[in-house]
């Protein structure tokens, strides 16, 4: 729980799922790797990204809020923790 | 009463202005109910150009000229042209020397050399004002006053002393050798 | 609660959320540009109910279906009029054309050159994503020299037009280029340019992947952004020459004009105003 | 700064300017146009008249860009304006069918010339009735008046823009080259006295939504930049404004935007009934043709024919009853090659007669006499 504190800021992603059609720009783009594609299909048929934050490996939110601007479908969300 | 009048001439001798005049001097200053229509197919010098004018007691129903009782004729073509809308017994007025008469013109004709008066006074522009002076006197259809209110609505109020000289010399000149 | 927190809130109320998801295609940059833009609005604190957004027909033009401001989905290229018409009509407001290239340049170009020469207080949102999307992927005004689409099977032989020049010709006061890939960039253009004032163009390079990119070696979303993170250069206030943009070539991008205080068409009216008004008498 | 506004009096105007002034009058602050003849004197009357009342005129590039703009300035609540002749109308229609199908008030005036095409520009026609009726794409029902004279064409103007803001619809306001340029003298009433005639549009409540019709099958407008967050589309939509691209919206909508001109078709409907009342000849006329059938029916009278004159002021809705309601044979006089014709004869229980001239110019007295008397039989 270390590494941690290496972040002056960290988040988490909420992804609302029905609005995504799985571009992947969010997790492409990502800096710090914490989005991954999901197994699940939305109604569309679409595997949304889901929040996969991996502190042992440095995988870790630190609210660039980058994935924000690249979803071009208006599905991510990114939660600041205090 | 009704009276149909037709103008006739070039473009750019101030025929469509002419008629102009008149209706609005009718309409406005004599009061009386009042059509102008123009024909605007000759905008630039030297195309046929043609401008009508009823003026009548009553509601004007059909807005052109029938048959005219007045023929106003500012060139020899616009006689040719427009001389099979003059009634039997309308009168014509010319510019004297614009408008050659065929042999056997036994209609009344009242004549000036209204370009000529107008050059004499200075500018050939004004020769439509000197034939509507004359027209006014002629004719008796229409009283001065109007006419000079109508000139003055239409003119640029600089050219207002001239435009005024050339109506009254259109006037005396009928006056003068009528 | 953090200022971007409060940026994405916010921008949820000025979309029509029941109408999501939208009708673009998965990857289409065309969200990604109404985000930067929605976001610039929040930035630049601008009231709601004073804001226009005005669409032509395409893909580009459902833009104004999903804004919750006064939005308007109009005739093919007529969003440009459409919008002179609300602006002189209400100068206190402040109108956004949003619509696509082949809107904005090939139908509607005629209403382009000459609202930018009458310099109307528009900011003009142009989304060039090279093609005609909704029709099927043919070509338009934009599409690069040798591009493959339904309607150029042996590359396009055409010459598109570069809107900056275009727009910079004319007189525009602001011109920007940008790719969705810049989404920083972008959203920084579109939030200065809505403090400026006059006929503000920004076109944003989008992806099509669905019919422009696969006839175009790229087939997929990412590979479309990649191909505009690799070949795009920024260069403000490039030079004519330099604000290359070609089938497999360089794009270039950056901020190249942004000049102030040239008088728009409704402030020249507002004259014509007083002086029917004073002159003359009655 | 002082509002310049006309005063009362006689005043001798073509009927360009008499449109332009009666626009301005019935409210008129916003005009955008591109010069055609014969309507170009509209233009240029709103250009010098519009800002003296704080109004706005803009030259557009083309007759899309004109109608583009009054669409988009209507939406803030002007009265808006567009003035043109057959060739820009075929332009305009696109968009006549936007601001039908999003229910935008607007007065687009058509100076008749010969037509097709380019045609002959000065000269007066009537080709266009059909198309101000069936110009853009779709089913629809608009509204179109047609005035004779140029008093009418200024008092008419009110009509024009009263109803296209009560009903949400585009006027077709209709002149013809003859009355374009024909000049007459025209009373205007006192200003108190002609502003008493304005009817403004219903603006919707807050909460309402922005296609939601009230019983009259008219929604109340909502206007831009007062928070109702409006959308309008040219697509298929539902009451919030929102595209539903099903054939129940489409058959929701379009079966509205018909009927609420439909249903009120007897308010809007005006007509001038002259001398027909025991006529057994009527001739069915309207604009600058009307002003030689007239003539002519006093000419039939005075022959001892009972000649009548109909005279259309709204031509759409088709005032059909007016039709229905004679047994009289009818002759319908008009500059086309048959247009009115066919409606007159869709309603007439009589015998329908064509008098057709290909425009140019109307009809003289004696040739619509002759017709009437072939027509009567005397």
Redo the contacts between chains.
Sequence with gaps: MTENKKFK?RATVRVLE????????CV?YCPTKVLVVSEKLNS?G?HPPEFAENIEENKVCI?C??C????????I????LK | MKVEIKFGGLGGQGIITMGFILANAAALYDGKECVFTQDYSAEARGGASTSEVIISDEDIDYPHVEKADYLVLMSTSAYRDYIHKLKDDGILIIDEDLVRLPEGENRKVYAIPATKIAEKLGNPIVANIVMLGFFTEVTGIISPDAMMQAIKDRVPKRFWEINERAFQEGMKHAEKNL | MSIMEDLRREEEKLLRTERLPHVWCPGCGIGIVLNAFLRSVLRRNMDPNKLVVVSGIGCTGRAAGYVNVDSFHTTHGRAIPFAVGIKFARPDLNVVVFSGDGDLFAIGGNHFINAARRNHDLLIIAVNNFTYGMTGGQHGPTTPTGAYTTTTPYGNPDRPFNIPHLAISLGAPYVARWTTYHVNQLQNSIHKALGMKGFRVIEIISQCPTVYGRRNYMRSPLSMMEYFQKNSIVKNDATFEEMELTYNGKIVVGEFRSVEDIPTYEERYEDIIRRAQNEGGD | MTEKHLKEGYYFWSGDVAAAEGAIAAGCRFYAGYPITPSSEIAEQMALRLPQVGGRFIEMEDEIGSIAAIIGASWTGERAMTATAGPGISLMNENIGLAVMTEVPIVVVNAMRGAPSTGLPTLIGQGDLMQARYGSHGSYEIISLYPNSIQETFDLMFDAFNLAEKYRVPVIYLLDGLLAHMYERVYVPPREEWEKRIVRRKRARKGQLPYEPDEDLVPPMPLIGEGFRIHATGLTHDERGYPNLTPQAQEKLIRRLNEKILRHEREIWKVEEFMTEDADVIVVSFGGESRAVKAAVKKARKEGIKAGMLRLITIWPFPWEYIRKYSADFIVAELNYGQIYHKVREYAETKVHKLNKMGGEIHTPDEVLKRIREVSGK
């Design positions: 800021r029905e609005r995504c059609k799985g571009c992947w720009y492409n569309k679409y609210a809020h980058l924000e601007l690249y979803c071009p479908d208006f599905a969300v990114v939660e600041e």
